[in-house]
């Protein structure tokens, strides 16, 4: 068999792997884009070959930057502050018919903008918003559309960690990635947001209107959330003017946001070494992912 026939064969084998065995996405992409390299190169060129491509992937210097942003997610996660993005925007929007599944939308949207992370935003917003959903009446489907919607927005707003091995992997800007995705990044949270209110437009008791706060009660919202939105234009301003690299963007937002969180105590000696294990086990999820698809790149057409 030719190379791309050995390619289009290892495709529909990985998808059944992943579908039948349930084996993870790294592993499977691993094992097959071995086997498949061996049986058109050779076993000792298939190993060269590999070893090579690990090499130039992982001696990157860019790739930093997955657990550094990865780490100050957890330090915002642990101090608490997903409940203070989540207390802001229900006082500012929870009035609204559907207006805590809105709230949990653009409460994503910030915490992705800190974390980079769609899997720490879904695991993270899931504890908050769906037990205060369930309080109001909202439907089951909308309550988990919600966070499963708004968790996806962790891929595309800055800064990404999917944008971030995108570009380790291809070589391109990661300053420039996240800048092309600001607008796009805007234009998917609004869409979003116009599906919530066209549902509950067509199902008006699936989101029932939650009490509506007064002004004084906004503002005073505000107080701890805002420590996250100056962090995040802090560094996105660094970023996107060049001050600093993406690597020096995520060590710095490390900083700040453990300094944020130690000026305010609220982050525990408990809730720093959690911060550190959840960071090594997601990160070495997403680089065994990155070592899968180095793997499985080459052996593809």
């Not at 879904?122 to 499963?148: D, E, Q, R």
Request: net charge positive.
């Amino acid at each position: 068999m030719s190379g791309p026939i050995v390619g289009v064969f290892g495709i529909l084998i990985m998808f059944t792997m992943l579908l039948l065995f349930r084996i993870p996405a790294g592993y499977t992409m691993a094992i097959v884009g071995f086997l498949g390299m061996a049986y058109v190169t050779g076993f000792k060129a298939a190993l060269g070959m590999i070893g090579s491509e690990m090499w130039n992937i992982f001696s990157n210097y860019g790739l930093t930057v997955i657990p550094m942003f990865i780490l100050v997610g957890e330090f915002i996660h642990y101090a608490r502050y997903n409940d203070s993005l989540y207390n802001a925007t229900y006082r500012w929007f929870g009035h609204f018919r559907g207006g805590l599944a809105l709230t949990t939308i653009m409460a994503c949207a910030a915490f992705s903008a800190i974390s980079g992370s769609n899997t720490a935003t879904a695991a993270t917003m899931s504890k908050v918003a769906i037990p205060a959903m369930k309080k109001y009446n909202y439907h089951p489907i909308l309550s988990a559309g919600s966070v499963a919607a708004g968790a996806t927005l962790g891929v595309l707003i800055p800064p990404s960690i999917v944008l971030v091995v995108y570009g380790v992997y291809t070589g391109q800007s990661i300053g420039k990635l996240f800048w092309g995705n600001v607008i796009p990044s805007v234009i998917l949270t609004v869409l979003i947001a116009a599906t919530v209110f066209f549902i509950c437009y067509l199902h008006p008791d699936w989101g029932p209107k939650a009490p509506k706060s007064t002004w004084r009660e906004r503002f005073k919202s505000l107080n701890e959330a805002v420590d996250i939105l100056i962090l995040f234009a802090i560094i996105m301003y660094a970023l996107f003017t060049g001050v600093v690299t993406a690597t020096e963007a995520a060590a710095a937002s490390c900083a700040l946001g453990l300094l944020i969180c130690l000026l305010r105590r609220k982050l525990t000696w408990q809730g720093f070494i959690s911060s550190l294990v959840d960071t090594l086990r997601i990160s070495c999820m997403v680089f065994v992912i990155v070592a899968g698809a180095v793997v499985f790149g080459p052996s593809s057409p």
